[in-house]
């Protein structure tokens, strides 16, 4: 395979970032594709700028800075301490680990081994689904902003509608089909467990979320970070908080994610059979600010083994409905502190700007 990107230094990397985009996304190649072609170095629209490579750095060791919360007896006597621990996750980080939450160590074990067997097939299967639309409910890409950013990041994804449409199963590549469905199974069931949860520790009813179908639109994008030649110039994912309602993510034991708290950025370690959860802006919204979707990113990858990191975004189904705090949580003491909206203006908006930082949700703030 041919080397898109001449080294660094030469004439070539002063070309105009347009055409360079243009190149890499026509080649539809992803970031393993220009890996596997010979690249040594990063070409240049991978560098991010000063400001954000300044604050790159492994986190410092912080055992247990991600709460893990026991799902185990959720529906029994139990109930009012592990949703008084999800609801304090929820309010002061915005993520937290869950185990015991019923799903098979083998099951996690074939999604993550199908999701990497699709990135690792050669360029050529996956180009075939290469394309920035979701027309067919399925896509390959490098960066869902590739043309908004300042720079790319160093990552593939897999990206599969599940809900409220399921995408064309025949679309979906064959490498993890099978694997892909049972997954989406198992995150609804989850949840909804989750959501249930969440909506108790607001002090609301435990269908109150349920009720605005916040789970029926899921989408499931599976990253896969190649080793990078200069993770010193680059990120994975560049820090960002998730649009949704929640996020369930299934990473694999390799790690590499950072949480943004108060005090700094912290890695998120991997607990062998947990699943990480996170806040999304919505949820903070419906909320009116007593949870909280926090920024996080990922490294760019300095060693061989590729991570792997499968997350289901659940988002509500209705785009046309008014969206906003809940009235039971607005109150004189605490008045509403985001405007009413719909889905789709702020579907809109979130696809009109980069992924980066908090902007999105303070567009909306009363």
């Known amino acids: 395979m041919r080397n898109l990107y001449p080294r660094v230094g030469s ?67 139990r109930r009012p301490s592990v949703v008084a621990e999800v609801g304090c996750a929820a309010r002061e980080l915005g993520f937290f680990q869950v185990v015991n939450h019923g799903v098979p160590q083998e099951v996690l074990d074939r999604t993550v081994a199908a999701v990497k067997a699709f990135h690792e097939q050669p360029a050529e299967a996956k180009a075939r689904i290469y394309r920035r639309n979701l027309e067919t409910g399925v896509s390959f890409l490098s960066n869902v902003d590739l043309f908004l950013s300042k ?49 108790e520790g607001l002090g609301l009813s435990p269908g109150k979320l349920q009720e605005l179908m916040c789970l029926d639109s899921r989408t499931i994008v599976g990253h896969y970070y190649p080793y990078c030649p200069q993770p010193n110039l680059t990120v994975g994912l560049t820090s960002h908080a998730d649009p949704g309602v929640i996020t369930v993510l299934l990473q694999d034991q390799v790690g590499g994610l950072q949480v943004k708290r108060s005090d700094g950025w912290v890695d998120l370690t991997p607990v062998p059979g947990a699943l990480v959860v996170n806040i999304g802006d919505i949820l903070q919204i419906m909320s009116n600010d007593e949870y909280k979707s926090v920024d996080h990113r990922v490294l760019a990858n300095p060693s061989r083994e590729p991570p792997v990191s499968i997350a289901v975004f659940c988002n509500p189904r209705d785009h046309e409905n008014q969206f906003g705090p809940f009235p039971e949580l607005v109150t004189s003491d605490k ?6 909206f719909t889905l789709n203006e702020y579907m809109r908006r979130l696809f009109s700007k980069k992924l980066e930082g908090k902007n999105l949700i303070n567009y909306f703030r009363a």
């Open 11 to 77: 004439s070539e990397q002063a070309s105009d970032r347009a055409q360079e985009l243009k190149r890499f996304e026509e080649s539809k190649l992803g970031v393993k594709g220009l890996l596997d072609s010979g690249l040594t170095s990063l070409p240049p629209l991978f560098i991010h700028p000063p400001e954000t490579l300044s604050n790159l750095k492994p986190a410092r060791p912080t055992p247990g800075s991600i709460p893990t919360v026991d799902l185990s007896g959720c529906d029994s006597a």
């Open 335 to 340: 008045p509403a502190a985001f405007r009413q």
């Open 151 to 199: 720079a790319a990041s160093w990552r593939d994804t897999l990206r599969i509608r599940l809900g409220p449409k399921l995408a064309d199963v025949e679309e979906i590549p064959e490498v993890c089909r099978n694997e892909v469905l049972e997954w989406n199974q198992q995150v609804e069931r989850l949840g909804g467990i989750l959501l249930g949860l969440l909506s």
